[in-house]
């Protein structure tokens, strides 16, 4: 399977209130709030880091899963919040925000 | 050349005066915001009101707000308004009604107030021993019902939408002349805001605490902000999560007779 980078797309606010990681889309005004592991997962998403690094260094260290279990729930954290535009998946590194500001807004 | 007229409307503190060439709509206006206008203070916007033959478009028409090289420019089917804050100055068209201007005004009002770290919030609003209390929820929720068994010692500043500041390492509620179902303006007064209740009837009174991301979800349902501007949306969202952690935001269930207000302390 190929490696996947992911970043945060420009086109969102998020802070962290109380250890919980609050998103909002600029877009569509969707908001979520996330749990632990997707808010290490969200502050590891630098766009240079592939997932699986990310997966290993902090998921799996930091909480104690086994690494197969970690991949399947990252991926399905993924997908999903990519599918709102406010997480950026790429088979290559991330350039720079420039260009995660343009692919935000084609999403 | 044509007489001008003026008046200058003043919510949240914040000076707007506006220009018409229509007495009758300036009057029509000093009643609309009776106790809101004449302030001693310089305005801090001006804007010229050019008044048009009402239009057939329906006023529910959404409203579209865009900021174009500098210039917020405001769209429903009853009105057109651009407004540069640069400058300090805009243009509305409308007709000689109070509704298109009071929308225009909301408008403008949460533009800057989201600049400024505060917003409107769908919510009434009312100042008791010298601390104001917001009570927001949707449509149904109670804001007019609290209002209404608001006993004689309160202060009401809004049945409808509050006009939250923010000021040194606090926020203050103002009262606007924005009614709802009352259909009784709010006092032109402020005070610092102690709660934030978000309502729910149910049959017996009880304030409940709520989690943060919690309130600031229940929060962002009821800020009013109208333009889709990414950089906009985001002062919103810190703005609310700012005031999630420096004032207490409750869950209030109650039912409605005037021993609510014996709760709320």
């Known amino acids: 399977m190929n490696e996947q980078y992911i970043a945060k797309s420009s086109a969102i606010a998020s802070r962290l209130l109380g250890g919980e990681m609050m998103i909002m889309s600029a877009a569509d005004s969707t908001f979520f ?14 766009g240079l880091t592939p997932l699986s690094e990310i997966v290993v260094r902090h998921v799996c260290t930091e909480f104690e899963v086994d690494p197969e279990i970690a991949h399947r ?14 997480l950026l998946v790429s088979e290559r590194p991330f350039a720079d925000s420039a260009t995660r500001s343009k692919e935000a807004a084609w999403a | 050349m044509n007489p001008s007229y003026q008046i200058t409307v003043e919510i949240g503190g914040i000076p707007i005066l506006l220009h018409t060439q229509d007495d009758y709509f300036r009057r029509l206006l000093a009643r609309r915001y009776a106790g ?6 310089p305005p801090r916007f001006e804007f010229d009101i050019e008044l048009t033959t009402p239009s057939r478009k329906a006023p529910d028409e959404e409203v579209r707000v865009e900021l174009q090289d500098g210039t917020w420019r405001l769209r429903r089917g009853d009105f057109r308004a651009q407004w540069d804050p640069g400058a300090g100055r805009g243009r509305i068209r409308q007709s000689a009604n109070p509704y298109s201007i ?44 609290i ?8 202060t009401l500043l809004t049945d409808e939408v509050s006009y939250v500041r923010r000021v040194d390492a606090g926020y203050r509620a103002c009262g606007t002349p924005f009614a709802g179902e009352l259909a009784r303006m709010g006092e032109n007064c402020s005070a610092p805001i102690a709660f934030l209740f978000f309502l729910q009837q149910g049959p017996e009174n009880k304030i409940e605490s709520m989690a943060k991301s919690e309130a600031i979800r229940r929060l962002m349902r009821n800020i009013l ?22 004032v207490p935001v409750q869950r209030l269930t109650f039912t409605p007779d005037s021993r609510v207000w014996g709760t709320i302390q």
């Open chain 2, 102 to 145: 009071d929308s225009v005004l909301r408008i403008v009002h949460t533009l800057i107030l989201a600049n400024e770290g505060g917003f409107l919030l769908h919510s009434a609003g009312a100042i008791r021993n010298g601390r104001a209390s917001l009570f927001s929820g949707v449509s149904g929720a109670g804001k007019t019902t």
């Open chain 1, 33 to 46: 709030t996330l749990n632990p592991v997707a808010t290490v997962i969200w502050q590891a998403a630098d």
């Open chain 1, 73 to 86: 729930d990252v991926e399905r954290f993924v997908e999903e919040l990519s599918g709102h535009g406010i």
């Open chain 2, 225 to 246: 902000f109208f333009a889709e501007d990414s950089a906009l949306v985001e002062n919103v969202f810190q703005s609310a999560c700012e005031f999630v952690e420096r």
């Open chain 2, 36 to 41: 809101f206008v004449d302030s001693a203070a």
């Open chain 2, 147 to 154: 209002s209404r068994l608001a006993p004689p010692d309160v």
